[in-house]
């Protein structure tokens, strides 16, 4: 993955793309597919979704090349049009009358088994040692019960890696906002993922 | 620094987003301030905890990225360029070599649709579409198809070359289904799908038999033989499904399957023409069994979702399905084998293994297939698919 690093920055490869080289494209999905997919998925809870708008984001960079200026950084544009697909197919879903294909809005669903489901009698897992299964379930839950504004920046800057300088510019709200919006949702999952905090600290 | 300060700044500091000189000013606040320290210590952890498993993007998704970015534009370059090109290209194909050379294009072209119309009258029918991408080697040498025709799926359909091919009734198992009516199998998908779709039932439910990994459906009915040429699928006129004379380019896929290599197999089937159900479902099928269930699952729904009210959408949701089910997501099994009961070429399949599921969900914990083996680690394949596969068999 490192080799792609010497194929230059976003905007000088969006500059050779506009100048028809379109191996300069294929190095920028290949650089940001894989995070910009991930970034999806925890939003959508569905892989087939999370697809489709990684698949209409590049297209959407594809149609509209001509128009970007090189000044601007091409992340902020990629996940600009992102967000919106994915806010976009969150309202379809919300209007929706019969059960869909997308994976329910619960606890790690899609992931494999919820914790409820592993432990027989319901008690919890305090007396066992926490499997790391157990953890990415829970992980994923509490990700997933996260409020959407608190949840985009959480999943933009612990995902994608995005500064909270552009992730302000993606969502349009002030830097302050974001980072406010950072810390309640690491407090929430703090809260949630309380008892395997221990675990954590006992991890340094 | 104080407390509230320190507050403001913990979020860029836990982040590494501080100057040095605040950085080292809310360390400092920290080493003697137990409530702060508590504070961001409780955030770093938690961040610790709360790493976000990344999985990998489903195999050929970049290709299909490409693929259609291929195909939605050539890149339009800012618009002073476009003039010049545009004025360019003009005055290049006005020369006259390139006059002449479009002639002489016209010329071979022409004569070769004479001597393609004469091959057309053997074969008796003009070419069918459905969503079956590739041809088969010809019937007879004599009556091949010209290879970017799009042709139907068994040889039975495109040799009749009729809307209800009475013939091909005459075929194998799939009797039934040929008197599918059209609503209520697209009212099973369309649960799972956003828009009406077209039936093209009987062609491709024969295709589907007759590709599917059960013993060769005998495909092969007299009158096939007779009206011979052009078509074909990938399973051949004799129901063998060994690749004749030059293999086409599904059979060239489905032998790295049957080989083994199911990493080729799924950029084989990726690359065949886009929109080729058959190919989709094929492609999933061959990351199931190269890289699991966990990989091919959205495959499938994505495949059901587009085919929506094909035999292909059906065989999607049913694997799809047992996929779930092998990942013990048993409700996302179970919802995709209850719109299956709507259709009636897989009613009894769905209740069979709705059954199964049953049996899943109730049995003794002990019994009980262990999740987290197959949840654990995404990226290594080899934990699911011996016991997946075990259910498609």
Same mark, same amino acid.
């Given at each position: 993955m490192s080799s792609l690093r010497t194929e230059g920055t976003d905007e000088a490869l969006m500059v050779r793309y506009q100048s028809g080289d379109r191996s300069a494209f294929a190095v920028l999905v290949r650089r940001h597919q894989a995070s910009l997919y991930n970034f999806a998925l925890r939003q959508l809870r569905s892989a087939p979704l999370a697809e489709e708008i990684v698949q209409d984001a590049f297209l959407r960079v594809v149609h509209n090349a001509a128009e970007?200026?090189?000044?601007?950084r091409f992340v902020t544009w990629l996940y600009t049009i992102a967000r919106n697909l994915c806010i976009d197919q969150a309202r379809k879903r919300a209007l929706r009358q019969h059960p869909s294909l997308d994976e329910p809005k619960r606890a790690g669903e899609g992931d494999g088994p919820t914790l409820g489901d592993q432990t027989a009698d319901g008690r919890?897992?305090?007396?066992r040692a926490a499997s790391s299964t157990e953890i990415r379930e829970r992980v994923l839950a509490a990700i997933d019960a996260l409020p959407d504004d608190q949840r985009e920046v959480f999943l933009m800057r612990e995902v994608s890696n995005l500064p909270f300088k552009e992730i302000a510019e993606i969502v349009g709200v002030s830097e302050n906002t974001i980072k406010s919006r950072m810390r309640y949702a690491l407090e929430r999952l703090q809260a949630a993922l309380s008892e395997f905090e221990e675990y954590a600290r006992a991890l340094r | 620094m104080d407390c509230e300060k320190f507050e403001a700044a913990m979020i860029d500091e836990l982040y590494g987003e501080l100057d040095e000189l605040t950085s080292a000013a809310a360390k400092r606040h920290v080493a003697g301030c137990a409530r702060c320290a508590s504070r961001i210590g409780g955030l770093r952890a938690t961040r610790r905890v709360a790493t976000v498993p990344l999985v990998d993007p489903p195999a050929g998704l970049e290709e299909r990225i490409l693929e259609a970015a291929r195909e939605a534009a050539t890149i339009v370059p800012l618009r002073s360029r476009v003039a010049r090109a545009v004025s360019f290209a003009g005055s290049w194909a006005m020369r006259p070599q390139t006059a002449m050379a479009a002639v002489f294009l016209v010329m071979i072209g022409t004569s070769v649709l004479l001597l393609r119309g004469k091959a057309r009258e053997v074969a008796h029918a003009p070419v069918t579409v459905t969503e079956q991408g590739s041809p088969a080697p010809?019937?007879?040498?004599?009556? !091949?198809?010209?290879?970017d025709s799009v042709v139907a799926p068994t040889l039975v359909a495109s040799a009749q070359n009729?809307? !209800?091919?009475a013939e091909a009734?005459?075929?194998?198992?799939? @009797?039934? @289904?040929?008197?599918?009516t059209p609503t209520d199998d697209t009212r099973a998908s369309r649960a799972f799908a956003k828009a009406p779709a077209r039936m093209k039932a009987d062609e491709e439910t024969l295709a589907q038999n007759a590709l599917a990994p059960s013993p060769p459906a005998p495909a092969a009915p007299p009158p096939m033989a007779a009206g011979a040429a052009a078509a074909g699928g990938a399973g051949n006129a004799s129901g063998s499904y060994l690749p004749r004379g030059g293999a086409s380019p599904f059979d060239a896929a489905l032998a790295q399957y049957r080989a083994g290599r199911f990493d080729e197999a799924a950029r084989a089937f990726d690359g065949l023409?886009?929109?080729?159900a058959n190919a989709e479902l094929w492609a999933a099928r061959s990351v199931r069994e190269g890289k699991g269930c966990r990989a091919a699952v959205g495959r499938f729904d994505q495949l059901a979702q587009r085919a929506q009210g094909t035999p292909s959408a059906w065989d999607a949701l049913l694997e799809g399905a047992l996929c779930y089910r092998a990942l013990a997501s048993y409700s996302e099994a179970r919802a995709r084998l209850n719109a299956l009961m709507r259709v009636d070429s897989r009613r009894e399949r769905a209740r069979a293994e709705l059954e199964r599921l049953d049996q899943l969900q109730q049995g003794p914990p002990s019994a009980a297939p262990p999740p987290a083996a197959k949840v654990a680690a995404p990226n290594s394949a080899p934990a699911s698919p011996p016991a997946a596969t075990s259910e498609f068999k």
């Open positions: 970007f200026k090189h000044e601007a919890a897992n305090v007396e | 010809p019937f007879e040498p004599v009556a !091949r198809q010209p290879a009729q809307p !209800r091919p009734k005459g075929g194998p198992a799939p @009797l039934p @289904l040929a008197t599918d023409a886009p929109g080729d």
